[in-house]
Antibody
């Protein structure tokens, strides 16, 4: 069965970076994009961007350019998102999700809570 | 594209039917999905293309609408249906989500 297993919760200091992972199983990894989505109480669900797992090509929501960097390791069927120059506003739950193109998300990871605090 | 969901909260009893509205700030054709969020579980895609049930979605769920106005209807509520529901448009990039509707047990 399709699964997206995300890494564990992160506690980071302002100004630092974190890199979270999303390991896919149960399907051909390179046949689907992986998207990333941020969830906060105040802003709700926000789309960060996607990575083409076959080519490594990326497309970011303008709001997250410079904040998020998406990469992929095809050999381990794992997608990564690095968040840089962290501020308290980056504290959120981050999800990875599978999509067939620029559309809807048919499988989601369980989410990773990132907390930015000094 | 801004997505406006209503109501934010909805209380109902098992066996009842409920409807959740989702309005887009501009026409999105039928490029709308509905998701269910439950604590401790991965978000679940219920419906895409406005009204197409995703494989595994019970038939008591239905979606309707096109253009700017959409509705998710759940007939004969079951205990497992009490959750938060989100709509999402994918007609324009970036995809955007509604703020969610929390369906609570009355």
């Amino acid at each position: 069965q399709v699964q997206l297993q995300q890494s564990g919760a992160e506690l980071a200091k302002p100004g630092s970076s974190v890199k979270i992972s999303c390991k896919a199983s149960g399907y051909t990894f390179t046949s689907y994009y992986i998207s990333w989505i941020k969830q906060t109480t105040g802003q709700g669900l926000e789309y960060i961007g996607y990575i083409n797992t076959g080519s490594g090509g990326t497309n970011y929501n303008e709001k997250f350019k410079g904040k998020a960097t998406l990469t992929v390791d095809k050999s381990s069927s794992t997608a990564f998102m690095q968040l840089s120059s962290l501020t308290p506003d980056d504290s959120a739950v981050y999800y990875c999700a599978r999509e067939g193109g620029i559309d809807y998300f048919d499988y989601w990871g369980q989410g990773v809570m990132v907390t930015v605090s000094s | 594209v801004q997505m406006t969901q209503s109501p934010s909260y909805l209380a109902a009893s098992p066996g009842e039917s409920v409807s959740i509205s989702c309005k887009a700030s501009k026409s999105i054709s039928n490029n709308l999905a509905w998701y269910q969020e439950k604590p401790g579980k991965a978000n679940k895609l219920l419906i895409h293309s406005g009204s197409t049930l995703q494989s595994g979605t019970p038939s008591r769920f239905s979606g309707s609408g096109s253009g700017t106005d959409f509705t998710l209807t759940i007939r004969s509520l079951e205990s497992e249906d009490f959750a938060v529901y989100y709509c999402q448009q994918y007609n324009e990039y970036p995809p955007t989500f509604g703020a969610g509707t929390k369906l609570e047990l009355k």
